[in-house]
């Protein structure tokens, strides 16, 4: 099972990305946990969002009405959509199955498995 992410990129301030992620191989996409987590330099992994099979969510307070994660489980993408985009959104992006989330996030695994990671860079 693979995940690829993509839609990275050099946004200005206030702009707006959307991430995809890919699953290939991934039989039980459908049924897993799915995560967006993020690692700017220097700095600990940050999980920012989170969706279950049944589509509930849970996003990390720097995030909270600024993105949305989504999933299409018909295509087998995972989605997230970045809105009001600040420099200290800056950092790569990993969508992750069935990873370590948060206590009392509405889901979350043990070990699981990520992509490569796509580079987000806000700045003027």
């Known amino acids: 099972a693979q995940l690829m992410e993509s839609g990275g990129g050099l946004v200005q301030p206030g702009g707006s990305l959307r991430l995809s992620c890919t699953a290939s191989g991934h039989t039980t996409f459908n049924t897993d946990c799915m995560t967006w987590f993020r690692q700017a330099p220097g700095m600990e992994r940050e999980v920012v969002a989170v969706?279950?099979?049944?589509?509930?969510?849970t996003y990390a307070d720097s995030v909270k009405g600024q993105f949305t994660i989504s999933r299409d489980n018909a295509k087998y993408i995972l989605y997230l959509q970045m809105n009001s985009l600040k420099p200290e959104d800056t950092a790569m992006y990993y969508c992750?199955?069935?990873?370590?989330?948060?206590?009392?996030?509405?889901?979350?695994?043990?070990?699981?498995?990520w992509g490569q990671g796509t580079q987000v860079t806000v700045s003027s």
């Open positions: 969706i279950d099979s049944l589509g509930s969510t």
């Open positions: 992750g199955a069935n990873v370590v989330t948060p206590p009392n996030w509405v889901c979350g695994g043990f070990g699981g498995f």
